[in-house]
């Protein structure tokens, strides 16, 4: 194997000779078997270990394992303790999930601190087979079925082309030891399920089972390139972006045989499960929306649009002093005296400083927000009115905040000036504000 191995980092990654490399090492069968291959091959490695504290005694016995490993054969390593149930029950995260959560974050923290290149797992072909159906059972879009990536960012994971058995036949010719972990041999967890009860059945259907697998995979990995090829040129023609929001043009999209298809492969990255829901979207009435956890997709008029979910409150104020001449938050604004007035625009007013009264406050717009635009002298109007009158989608109405001075609308930022702050004849002191 180790002949087999050799061959296939030289070429697949021929540049890890030359890198620093972090070794993610549990002192299981393949972590070890991965450990013994890379201290053969000569390159620099460091070894990383978490004890996830969830086996008691067990857990500190692997730690102390791998410690002494590395002490015996000069190698560098690295070693952290986590209260994983904690974690997970302060997240409400399940057990692996918390574990996962908890150890590639130590990992991507030590790569900056340590000046390291990659971290390479021990995943292997049987891991990825078990990984295929864990997903098939709940139920997957294409990239479901594709397997664990061979490199996804700094994590590589070399070992993914062979088989637990070629793993084993290893570790016995070269006389390896290694920890076993109890937890592996319960069916509490779907993945030991699969391995216990499901894969033996495969193979025993078809000796050369994985073998076959590997091979439908590779297929599936082509089509999947494709897919994201063809969504990419669909996408140009469909989507227009605009500042963090993304419009697709319903018109365009529904021209295309299998829209639903390209739809899940632009979101799906969001965050939405909700999927008929979405899809219910593009024949549904303008402004019905779905939420993901951080974002949203609504429907306005001929249009879809994905924005951020923003997380401030209705009702939250911001301050602006009469000694503030920059504003950095909620939104970038100047305020300057200036001694004459320029050509206006939507982001920019002037107004008669002596009718200010500070503090100035930002807040967003309230159903029943009133201001007088101007133009319109001694006439009220509704900002709910002008946001129709704008045709502002949902999502550009949640996003506009009001500049109050006194409990009177100074400004509707960026789209309308009150009257009765405008510079007139009789005017000492301009106050010049920008939208930044």
């Known amino acids: 194997m180790f002949s087999k191995f050799k061959n296939h980092i030289i070429s697949r990654f021929p540049s890890l000779a030359e890198k620093k490399l972090f070794l993610a090492v549990s002192g299981g069968l393949d972590s070890m078997v991965l450990l013994h291959l890379f201290k053969k091959l000569g390159y620099e490695i460091a070894v990383l270990h978490c004890n996830f504290q969830l086996r008691g005694l067990e857990s ?33 995260l399940s057990t692996q999930v918390a574990a996962r959560e908890l150890r590639y974050s130590w990992f991507y923290e030590l790569l900056e601190e340590e000046n390291f290149d990659y971290i390479l797992t021990a995943h292997h072909a049987d891991d990825n087979l078990e990984t295929f159906i864990i997903n098939l ?11 664990i990536p061979e490199q996804n960012d700094k994590i590589i994971r070399p070992l993914l082309s062979f088989s637990r058995e070629e793993i084993l036949n290893y570790a016995h010719e070269n006389n390896i030891e290694w920890r076993e972990d109890s937890s592996n041999a319960s069916n509490k967890y779907l993945r030991n399920k699969i391995r216990h009860n499901l894969v033996p059945v495969l193979k025993e259907i078809n000796p050369n089972f994985l073998d076959a697998f590997q091979k439908t995979q590779s297929f599936l990995q082509e089509s999947q390139e494709m897919v994201e090829d063809a969504s990419i040129m669909v996408y140009q023609r469909v989507a227009k972006e ?8 319903l018109n365009q999209l529904k021209k295309l045989p299998n829209y639903k298809s390209y739809l899940y ?7 939405f499960s909700a999927w008929n829901d979405v899809y219910d979207l593009v024949e549904g009435q303008s402004g019905k929306q779905v939420f993901a956890e951080e974002f949203r997709l609504l429907k306005n008029r001929e249009t879809l649009i994905l924005s951020p979910f923003s997380g401030l409150l209705e009702n939250e104020e911001f301050e ?8 950095n938050f909620p939104l970038k604004m100047t305020l300057c005296n200036v001694g004459h007035t320029t050509f206006g625009s939507n ?4 107004v008669d400083a002596e009718k200010i009264h500070f503090p100035l406050v930002l807040r967003k717009w309230k159903e029943g927000d009133v201001f007088q635009p101007f133009g319109m002298e001694g006439k009220s109007k509704k900002v709910s009115k002008l946001f129709k009158d704008e045709k502002l989608s949902l999502i550009e109405k949640e996003k506009i905040w ?35």
């Open 60 to 92: 500190f016995g692997d730690e102390e394992f791998i410690q002494k490993f590395c002490e015996q054969n000069n190698i560098p390593i690295f070693t952290t303790q986590f209260d994983t149930e904690a974690f997970a029950k302060d997240y409400k």
């Open 137 to 147: 059972t709940r139920g997957t879009g294409l990239e479901g079925l594709t397997g």
């Open 242 to 249: 605009a500042g963090d929001d993304i419009h697709f043009d």
């Open 265 to 271: 492969q632009w979101l799906n990255e969001f965050g």
């Open 320 to 327: 602006i002093n009469e000694t503030d001449s920059e504003v």
């Open 347 to 350: 982001r920019t007013i002037f």
């Open 402 to 436: 009001i500049l109050w001075s006194d409990n009177q609308i100074v400004w509707v930022v960026g789209i309308r000036q009150d009257e009765r702050f405008k510079i007139e004849n009789t005017t000492n002191k301009i106050l010049k504000i920008e939208l930044q």
